[in-house]
């Protein structure tokens, strides 16, 4: 979740998020201040600055008067509630309203003043005082932030040309390179004639057109040129490419501003989606942690074409990595994720490694080659009453893949270990609840006997992730319905892909080993609200579509839950991640435990069972006919 916005909301307003109060004082006392130094500039004005004694007096004897009218004229006008630095012309008319507003009530007081009556030039000098002086503090922030600070800035930023821009495009590529993140400096437009050459927009010239442009950038010293697409012939680009390749000047293209409007041309306002629903503050992440971790270091990514894993890759290229490596069994996915990873074109290098975490030589041919820094174990069998008729699959995968991957770690003496967990490790009810369980036990118990930082990272239900109940219900909708929910008390906790990726990597610059990090979910939210919250959203009637319980599913319970009851909360550095003192596990008694898990694997599914049951105490297959709501089954 970006924190720009609220950033530049807060910048804009002058009041701040939680300091509210204050801002709006600040900018009411300036206000004030101006009122009285336009009425004192007035009177100094119509007396050519000698104000007689007896003016003297009927100006310090109507001053409350005078504020006592304006003051409340711009607070209903909504002045006081902003000082932005994005003032535009219909802030410049509303001020001129307000002002003319409080001419005319002052002037009909005036009528009623016996003792003291203010000079008529007095009156009309005030409203045009207040005019200049706020229209000129105002538009003072804007131009600090247009012309000052991209001057300020200009060493950061490259020198661009732009080319084939209408009007349209030419004024918003004006106002876009006042923003803070915009790279280019526009130095000037090229049309594909000269009719115009000369004349200003925005401040900024048209120097020529595209036939000389080579010389028009080594004269504007610039490196980049900005294409609008569609506004040049195929020819015309192809033409442009050349001469722009031989000159050594980066071309690249942006869509024009019409791209981003409808058909109609009308702005495209979003709406509302699920996640706006269940969005929280966002993260704000420790990124010089994040970037001494990574910077210069080979990663390995388990899962890395999962809905996580893929993610965690996507935020992994904001940091300057050396290698990242996508380990991924599924080749479809594998595929997927490494081409949309390459066209971010980051200087890392992406290596695709096509394999299981369960194959042991892959794995350990794998890191003998990259000898990564940190492993990021993603890679899981997630799909829990898909797991509930295969508990075999369940454990090899979730169990022996990230065991084996934990030993490997240890082995060629990999920094950091992250294994990603899920809030069904606690009490579980299901195959995929307790493999993971077992699997988290290792990877903690493996914390105790090596110098690798193992770190357990526990969290819910992510939102929108492969399998997940939002595009299920959502294709349900596409379809007419109904929905299928199986109980009505059914909740979940969950979070955003994007959230619960970057607690993922802050969880690994976190962790000292031997963590347990849990993300703050926040609070679980019932599925059958969800459900309804999805046909709205869809812009149907809630109850358009029928809602249909089918009973509970194996393995899964009414609630989930994200401690154990003798774990203890530790709150961390983070104030999204807590910490949960787990019951100390030995290495040695687990690994003999899993060997005999072992030869269980490939048999019958209810003597495996009875193994997970001994293994795990808190495991127990759930017993339909209970009314207990912790046992029950989705």
Request: net charge neutral; aromatic share 8%.
């Amino acid at each position: 979740m970006d924190t720009s916005s609220n950033r530049s909301s807060t910048e804009d307003t002058g009041i701040a998020k939680g300091n509210r109060p204050l801002g709006f004082l600040s900018v009411a006392i300036l206000h004030v201040v101006i009122f009285v130094f336009a009425y004192w500039t007035a009177y100094l004005l119509r007396f050519d600055f000698n104000i007689p004694p007896d003016f003297w007096k009927v100006f310090l004897a109507t001053l409350p008067v005078v504020l006592m009218i304006k003051v409340p004229i711009f607070f209903a006008t909504s002045h006081f509630h902003s000082w932005t630095r994005h003032i535009a012309f219909a802030d410049l008319v509303s001020l001129a309203i307000a002002a003319f507003s409080g001419l005319i009530c002052l002037g009909i007081v005036n009528l009623f003043l016996v003792e003291y009556f203010i000079p008529r030039a007095v009156l009309l000098l005030d409203c045009a005082g207040t005019i200049l002086c706020l229209g000129f503090f105002r538009s003072s922030w804007r131009l600090i932030n247009e012309h000052a600070l991209p001057i300020a800035n200009r060493k950061q930023r490259s020198r661009a040309l732009l080319v084939g821009a209408d009007i349209s495009d030419k004024i918003f590529a004006q106002r876009l390179q006042t923003h803070g993140n915009f790279p280019f400096k526009i130095c000037g437009f090229l049309d594909r004639d000269t009719k115009d050459q000369g004349r200003f927009i925005g401040g900024i010239p048209i120097l020529g057109s595209t036939t000389n442009l080579v010389n028009i950038a080594k004269k504007q010293r610039a490196n980049d040129i900005i294409i609008v697409a569609g506004s040049l012939t195929g020819k015309e680009l192809r033409e442009l490419m050349e001469s722009c390749e031989k000159a050594e000047l980066n071309l690249k293209i942006i869509p024009p501003l019409t791209h981003l409007l409808d058909g109609d041309n009308s702005i495209p306002v979003k709406s509302i989606e699920i996640s706006d629903l269940l969005r929280r503050d966002p993260i704000e992440l420790d990124l010089s942690a994040l970037r001494n971790l990574f910077e210069g270091t080979t990663v390995f990514v388990t899962g890395a074409g999962g809905s996580i894993g893929s993610e965690i890759c996507r935020q992994l290229l904001a940091f300057p990595l050396d290698t990242l490596v996508l380990i991924e069994r599924s080749e479809a996915a594998l595929f997927n994720i490494e081409v949309e990873l390459r066209t971010m074109k980051k200087s890392c290098r992406i290596v695709n490694a096509l394999g299981d975490v369960t194959d042991e030589g892959r794995m350990r041919r794998l890191l003998e080659k990259y000898r990564p820094a940190v492993i990021l174990h993603v890679a899981a069998h997630k799909h829990v009453p898909m797991l509930e008729m295969h508990p075999g699959e369940a454990v090899k995968n979730n169990v022996f893949g990230t065991a084996q991957m934990a030993n490997l770690a240890d082995e060629y003496k990999v920094s950091h270990f992250v294994y990603i967990s899920t809030d069904k490790v606690v009490n579980p009810t299901s195959v995929m609840g307790v493999s993971k369980h077992i699997a988290e036990d290792y990877v903690h118990a493996m914390s105790r006997e090596s110098s690798t930082k193992f770190v357990v990272v526990r969290f819910g239900n992510v939102l929108g992730s492969a399998g997940s109940v939002v595009p299920f219900f959502q294709e349900q909708i596409r379809r007419g319905g109904p929905i299928t929910v199986t109980h009505p008390e059914m909740k979940r906790f969950f979070m955003a892909i994007p959230e619960a990726s970057q607690l993922v990597l802050q969880a690994a610059a976190m962790g000292k080993g031997g963590e347990i990090f849990v993300l703050d979910m926040g609070e679980q939210i019932k599925i059958v609200d969800l459900a309804r919250d999805l046909i709205r959203l869809s812009g149907l009637p809630s109850n358009s579509i029928e809602i249909v319980f089918t009973g509970v599913r194996p393995g899964e319970k009414l609630y989930e839950e994200l401690y154990f009851d003798d774990e203890v909360r530790v709150p961390t550095g983070h104030p999204k991640l807590h910490s949960a003192l787990h019951r100390p596990i030995q290495l040695a008694e687990l690994r003999k435990t899993l060997e005999d898990l072992r030869g269980l694997l490939d048999g019958e599914p209810e003597l495996l069972l009875v193994r997970l049951k001994d293994i795990v105490e808190e495991f127990h297959v759930p017993d339909y006919s209970s009314t207990d709501p912790k046992l029950a089954d989705v």
